[in-house]
């Protein structure tokens, strides 16, 4: 099974702290790496976690708010400077199109690879990007601006080889493909060896939530249930529910309601505010709702398995 691996490299709120950077998160499946949010220091947190940044093909974006964004100029920037040719693809709401125009027109007007913006309907659980290994879907949030998260879904694997069986009937690798895909063989005799013979049942498809600001939403466990892993916000504890209502956002009991009606294998939380303290009680909230949750932090790297 190939890695599937989440680094987080900021899981703060609106404002840097000396204890957390803005959201921004990398997703590395099959040598491709999916950024997700973009806050300030996006590129120098790349450089610390020795991911790099010249394997960014697509950049996917919540919402406006500066803490998700502000990393876009530099990152930009850079990869020019660095003398990158291939596309970069951008997706985000719609209302963020006028920002990243005017990043391009005022200080990238002379690079050699083009920035594609692809607006994302913040209203509609719909598929957004996909490629041979991975489909991305939106997932609609209520925010104060139009916002929505992304639920990363690996596409159904092949079955696996089962090489005493390849060698018991003289298959040669020529037909390796086609056995994989689901041909029987047939012996030099004629005897018909039937697929399920030959292979074992391929890896269950992986797969990553990731919902950032939001009020609790009951409906979005059905759109990521059963995910392997689930990132939430959980901005605030319970004590001040009445101001994660009045911000549109969630506490970190919230977040764990969510996971566990979604039956999702393991919780991350993150966009903490600078009101909270102590996280770890955050972590203990979350624990006695969905005890398979992790506090997300600048550095950390989960294994989606």
Request: charged residues 20%.
């Amino acid at each position: 099974m190939e890695p599937f691996t989440l680094y987080i490299l900021g899981c703060g709120s609106a404002k840097p702290s000396n204890g957390h950077l803005p959201s921004c998160q990398v997703l590395s499946l099959r040598e491709k790496q999916f950024m997700i949010d973009c806050g300030e220091g996006a590129q120098m947190q790349l450089n610390k976690t020795r991911l790099g940044i010249t394997r960014l093909g697509h950049i996917f974006i919540t919402h406006s708010h500066g803490d998700h964004c502000f990393g876009l100029p530099g990152l930009i920037s850079t990869l020019g400077l660095l003398g990158r040719t291939a596309e970069l693809h951008v997706h985000a709401p719609a209302d963020l199109q006028p920002f990243l125009d005017c990043i391009l027109q005022h200080f990238c007007q002379e690079m050699d690879y083009e920035v594609i913006f692809h607006a994302v309907d913040t209203k509609k659980h719909q598929l957004v990007y996909e490629d041979r290994g991975v489909e991305v879907w939106s997932l609609p949030l209520a925010h104060r601006v139009p916002c929505c998260g992304y639920l990363f879904k690996e596409k159904p694997l092949l079955p696996h080889i089962r090489p005493e069986m390849i060698e018991c009937y003289g298959v040669p690798k020529s037909q390796i493909n086609n056995i994989k895909a689901g041909m029987d063989w047939v012996t030099e005799e004629g005897e018909v060896i039937p697929n399920s013979r030959l292979v074992r049942p391929a890896d269950a498809p992986r797969s990553y939530a990731y919902c950032s600001d939001t009020r609790y939403l009951p409906r979005l466990a059905e759109w990521v249930k059963g995910v392997n892993l689930l990132y939430h916000e959980a901005t605030f504890d319970e004590e001040h529910v009445i101001r994660a209502q009045q911000t549109c956002h969630s506490t970190a009991r919230q977040a764990a309601q969510t996971a566990l009606d979604a039956e999702a294998k393991k919780l991350v939380v993150g966009h903490y505010s600078g009101r909270i303290k102590d996280e770890n009680a955050l972590l203990a909230e979350a624990q006695e709702v969905f005890p398979e949750t992790v506090l997300g932090r600048e550095g950390l790297s989960l294994s989606i398995v």
